[in-house]
């Protein structure tokens, strides 16, 4: 559920009265320093929040845990009937739920279910521990302790260890309005990136001169090497200092998402399976590309899984195969001439014609699925003929060691 957050309550307006104390880790500091948020009331005691500054980082699959810890100053407050809340801020003044705990009472919301649960590591602990985290899980959260009047609240970010790419559907570029974006990130294995994200992925060398839909709604596009036509060789509409002679990240601001076209920028994150190069006896078409990895037990890989098996798994291949989009592409982590110059990444052919260009194929096999074809075996045809001309039956295949 979505919710509006509400108008100061009582202790805020308690702590405008008597003033407020911040008291926060220097600039500098080392990573992992609380910063404590205090606020005064009078004899009562007031309850204060802790959570961690900066983020805290996992991955897809992988378990996290939202330190927030809390106590009164005076000691005449126990521990019984504190209500804790967390929610995960979806707008500037937007929350959905995700956790909400009353002494005994726990209760998670939506696809948090059966995900998140509280620590519990003893009185005072309110931290959440959240398990196999989704690209869907990005985000800030926040961590709300209430008991009567007094209420405090702290802030947590999570980030995930990813890749960005850009995108741009068979169609090409400039096709996609914000939704259409959001939907082919998903189609792709991932979600539209953040502008943070961008950022980091532009100081990391992403140089890409199409600008492209973020999650935020702003479209903005990365060049590490300035040029005339990606935005000129200034650092106008860069973001930061870092424009000039090192590029920037370009930014058009805000666009009017139903009616405005642009690419996408997706982030990915970790794999649970395996990406694969599968080279049959022949390169296949676009069309016998499904079965030729389903006889491996595994799928037609999507762009966003070759985008994290080449960044997080190291996936080296100089040769070009179907992807489930009908794009051919490879990864390359080392570069060397023949393989599309001298900077790593994953190159791409386009949208070739899937009944006349052949290729091998890039597969995902998902965790725990078993190949059926140990060894290098899969499926074709004995003899000569392959696919020329389509003549040939997929259903007269047999097996061969690919």
């Known amino acids: 559920m979505v919710c509006a957050r509400a108008a100061l309550g009582p ?8 003033g407020v104390l911040l008291l926060t880790a220097p600039a500098g500091a080392q990573r992992g320093r609380k910063k404590v948020v205090h606020v005064l009331e009078g004899e009562s005691g007031s309850v204060v929040v802790q959570t961690a500054p900066g983020q805290v980082v996992s991955h897809r699959g992988g378990t996290i845990v939202f330190p927030c810890r809390y106590h009164y100053e005076a000691a005449a407050h126990g ?11 979806v707008d500037p003044l937007a929350f ?17 279910r059966g995900r998140a649960e ?51 559907p068979r169609g090409g570029r400039y096709k996609l309005t914000f939704a259409e974006a959001q939907r082919a ?25 199409n600008a492209g839909w973020l999650r935020d709604g702003s479209v903005q596009y990365p060049v590490s090497r300035p040029r005339e036509p990606c935005g000129g060789l200034g650092g106008t509409g860069s973001a930061g200092a870092d424009g000039g002679a090192n590029g920037g990240v370009r930014n058009y601001g805000y666009r009017h998402n139903a009616e405005e076209r642009y690419d996408a920028f997706c982030f990915t994150s970790n794999l649970p399976g395996r990406v694969f190069f599968l080279k ?3 390169p296949v ?4 590309a499904a ?21 997080l798994q190291l996936l080296d291949r100089c040769t070009a195969g179907w992807l489930a989009d009908g794009s051919a592409r490879y990864p390359i982590v080392n570069p060397r001439a023949r393989c599309g110059g001298r900077r790593p990444g994953v190159r791409s052919l386009g949208f070739p014609d899937g009944t006349r260009r052949l290729f091998g194929v890039y597969c995902y096999r998902a965790p725990g699925a078993p190949d059926p074809a140990p060894g290098g075996w899969g499926w074709g045809w004995a003899g000569g003929g392959g696919w020329a001309g389509g003549a040939r039956d997929p259903a007269a295949w047999i097996p061969l060691r690919v």
């Open 11 to 18: 202790v805020a307006l308690w702590a405008a009265a008597w």
């Open 79 to 89: 521990h019984d009937g504190v209500r804790l809340k967390w929610t995960k801020v």
């Open 96 to 112: 959905t739920d995700v956790f909400v705990a009353l002494g005994p009472q726990h209760r998670a919301f939506g696809s948090y």
């Open 118 to 168: 509280l620590q519990g590591d003893g009185p005072g602990d309110a931290s959440l521990v959240l398990r196999n985290v989704t690209l869907q899980d990005y985000g800030r959260y926040e961590c709300e302790v209430t008991n009567e009047l007094e209420d405090d609240a702290g802030m947590v970010k999570l980030d995930l260890e990813g890749v960005v790419f850009p995108y741009h």
């Open 185 to 209: 990130c998903a189609e792709q294995d991932g979600i539209l990136a953040s502008a943070e994200q961008l950022h980091a992925a532009w100081r990391d060398g992403l140089d890409w001169c």
């Open 280 to 282: 049959p006896l022949r």
């Open 285 to 288: 078409p676009f069309s016998g």
């Open 291 to 311: 079965r030729a990895c389903a006889a491996r037990g595994a799928a037609v890989a999507k762009v966003g899984q070759l985008f994290a098996a080449w960044k």
